[in-house]
């Protein structure tokens, strides 16, 4: 499918109020449909959070709009790019698991998203994309 939908500024406004876990399962429900998930990035690659204890984190959005909505600060400057569901479930997520980077699913301004390893990220990834065939 790979298309970016549209998203109301009503829609929008609702989604960002909504808490951590409930942002999670937006998350899983909108990249199963669409089949895409949206990181942030510019030239020199993607963006990362690192907590105070130095842990490095992923970020993804379920639309351009919320990874735009983060795009201030220390990521001022990125931009919103797509990925492919399925690669990034079959490749990307296996590589990260191997590299201990944990994914930082859904952050919006000012709150951090739900922290999840890789390996229960693709595991979730996988049963959502499986109740959408």
């Given at each position: 499918?790979?298309a970016?939908h549209?998203?109301s500024?009503?829609?929008?406004?609702?989604?960002?109020?909504?808490g951590?876990?409930?942002?999670?399962?937006?998350f899983?429900?909108r990249?199963?449909d669409?089949?895409t998930?949206w990181g942030?990035?510019d030239?020199?690659?993607?963006?990362?959070?690192t907590d105070?204890?130095?842990?490095s984190s992923?970020?993804?959005?379920?639309?351009?709009?919320f990874?735009?909505?983060?795009?201030?600060d220390?990521?001022?400057?990125n931009v919103?790019a797509s990925i492919?569901?399925h690669e990034?479930?079959?490749?990307w997520?296996?590589?990260m698991a191997?590299?201990?980077?944990?994914l930082?699913?859904?952050?919006?301004?000012g709150l951090r998203g739900?922290?999840v390893p890789?390996?229960?990220?693709?595991?979730?990834l996988?049963?959502a994309?499986?109740?959408?065939e």
């Amino acid at each position: 499918m790979n298309a970016t939908h549209a998203l109301s500024e009503r829609r929008f406004a609702a989604v960002s109020r909504l808490g951590a876990d409930e942002r999670f399962a937006q998350f899983l429900n909108r990249v199963a449909d669409r089949e895409t998930a949206w990181g942030l990035r510019d030239e020199a690659g993607w963006v990362a959070a690192t907590d105070s204890e130095g842990h490095s984190s992923f970020p993804l959005w379920p639309h351009p709009r919320f990874a735009a909505a983060c795009a201030n600060d220390e990521w001022a400057g990125n931009v919103p790019a797509s990925i492919d569901v399925h690669e990034f479930v079959e490749e990307w997520l296996p590589a990260m698991a191997s590299d201990h980077v944990l994914l930082a699913v859904f952050p919006i301004p000012g709150l951090r998203g739900v922290i999840v390893p890789a390996t229960e990220l693709a595991a979730v990834l996988r049963q959502a994309l499986a109740a959408y065939e």
